[in-house]
């Protein structure tokens, strides 16, 4: 909801050479060639010695000299050329040097952050609890938005975590759920634990996944970045650049993959909104963002949100922003 914690080179043609022609004959040409352009090119070599008297300033002639086989290098003591160093301009998908790609994502741990509970509505005074958030003091959790036909925000966002948790399984990437409603917990976890459970594992990214509560005719998502805060346990400063490159890599990809735009009711259009009053942000200490991924109290988005198909290509697109982040 809004205001919760949801919320080497080409070979030479064959048409090049004569068929007619044995191998053999071919080669024997080629080294009586070289054989007889050997003295001639010695001979230009020493009369460029002679004529520059062996001057070394920039004024003096540019040589050539042939690079030695490897071969020939070894046998005649010569270094062997290094190689060429690799172009910057490598086709867009390769591996940069350091590792990207599958290598990038090995050994990673990603944190998803199912928001709600689909039990919590049955527990509302466990819920209502205040923890500390550390900037001040909340409630442990809320119920979360439905649609209105009652599809609810917490079934939405566990549905979303589990087919992204599949995505990026299959990436090689470790995944931990801070929770799975209906199994281990009949509510919860409470935020200050969501919090902890993601700083516990070490996660290189926590995505929190949300549905929004807000009027009709309110449409698209947008990405809630941390504030700068700090005061008891919250100190969000060492977190703040890493998480909004977290927090645009998934907002555009989003965007790609599912088609929705940025929220038109707030972040002016941008997708991207900053807030210091989550739990969830404030006690984190690792790159963490929510996702509202569209409003539930609209048609148009309630639709998008309550169609398998949509719900998967979200996961994909949070997935994709998740890997592009990581380097992957």
Request: contains cysteine; glycine residues 12%; aromatic residues 4%.
């Amino acid at each position: 909801m809004r205001y919760d914690e949801s919320s080497p080179p080409l070979p030479e043609s064959a048409s090049s050479i004569s068929p007619d022609r044995p191998w053999y004959a071919r080669r024997s040409t080629l080294v009586v060639a070289a054989a007889a352009l050997a003295p001639a090119c010695l001979a230009g070599w020493v009369l460029t010695e002679v004529l520059s008297g062996g001057a070394s300033d920039d004024s003096r002639p540019p040589r050539i000299v042939m690079p030695l086989s490897a071969s020939a290098a070894a046998s005649s003591g010569a270094p062997t050329p290094a190689p060429a160093p690799v172009s910057a301009s490598a086709p867009a998908g390769s591996p940069a040097p350091g590792g990207t790609g599958a290598n990038a994502l090995a050994g990673r741990t990603v944190v998803i952050d199912p928001g709600h509970n689909t039990g919590n509505f049955k527990h509302t005074t466990e819920i209502n609890r205040q923890v500390d958030i550390g900037t001040n003091r909340k409630e442990c959790d809320t119920t979360g938005t439905t649609t209105n036909s009652g599809y609810m925000e917490a079934e939405f966002s566990m549905d979303v975590s589990r087919r992204l948790r599949t995505v990026l399984e299959a990436k090689g990437l470790k995944v931990v759920l801070t929770h799975e409603a209906g199994k281990e917990r009949p509510f919860g976890p409470c935020i200050d634990e969501r919090a902890r459970i993601g700083n516990e594992a070490a996660a290189d990214a926590v995505v929190s996944v949300h549905a929004d509560g807000v009027s009709a005719g309110s449409r698209g998502f947008h990405v809630i970045l941390p504030a700068k805060v700090k005061g008891g346990g919250a100190d969000t400063a060492k977190i703040i650049e890493p998480s909004r490159q977290l927090g645009e890599r998934i907002a555009g990809n989003f965007a790609r993959t599912t088609g929705s735009t940025p929220a038109n009711y707030l972040g002016s259009g941008t997708g991207l909104v900053v807030r210091d009053d989550l739990g969830g942000l404030n006690l984190s200490t690792r790159p963490k963002v929510f996702i509202e991924c569209g409003n539930m109290r609209d048609a148009k988005d309630a639709a998008q949100l309550s169609s398998p198909e949509w719900r998967q290509k979200a996961a994909q697109g949070i997935a994709d922003g998740i890997v592009g982040f990581l380097g992957g």
